[in-house]
Nanobody
Framework: QVQLVESGGGLVQAGGSLRLSCAAS????????MGWFRQAPGKEREFVAA????????DYSDDVKARFTISRDNAKNTLYLQMNSLKPEDTAVYYC?????????????????WGQGTQVTVSS
């Protein structure tokens, strides 16, 4: 089994920055692609960013492109999301996810492992 634990969420003013982390433990060699999703109240969970094992491929949703950066440190089994120029509409619970297959996937159903989520609140 794989366990994912997010940290780094909080309250920030619009225009500010936050860095989310996701620590993976358990059968970590089975993790190939990792990603971040978010879910705002009353909305479906949506794709934010993803990265392949070698970090050779990344992708972002149009909403966060050029503001967020996804990265990973495989030696530390940790995934990161640097969020800059935050907007009130970025407010959501952010989830770390992992899948056993190579390649970016955009649907939550493509990810087998999930963290418990961390709240990000951006005030105007």
């Amino acid at each position: 089994q794989v366990q994912l634990v997010e940290s780094g969420g909080g309250l920030v003013q619009a225009g500010g920055s936050l860095r989310l982390s996701c620590a993976a433990s358990g059968v970590t060699f089975s993790i190939i692609t990792m990603g971040w999703f978010r879910q705002a109240p009353g909305k479906e969970r949506e794709f934010v960013a993803a990265i392949t094992w070698s970090s050779s491929t990344t992708d972002y949703s149009d909403d966060v492109k050029a503001r967020f950066t996804i990265s990973r440190d495989n030696a530390k089994n940790t995934l990161y999301l640097q969020m800059n120029s935050l907007k009130p509409e970025d407010t959501a619970v952010y989830y770390c996810a992992a899948r056993q297959y190579d390649g970016i996937a955009y649907s939550p159903r493509s990810y087998a492992y999930w963290g418990q989520g961390t709240q990000v609140t951006v005030s105007s």
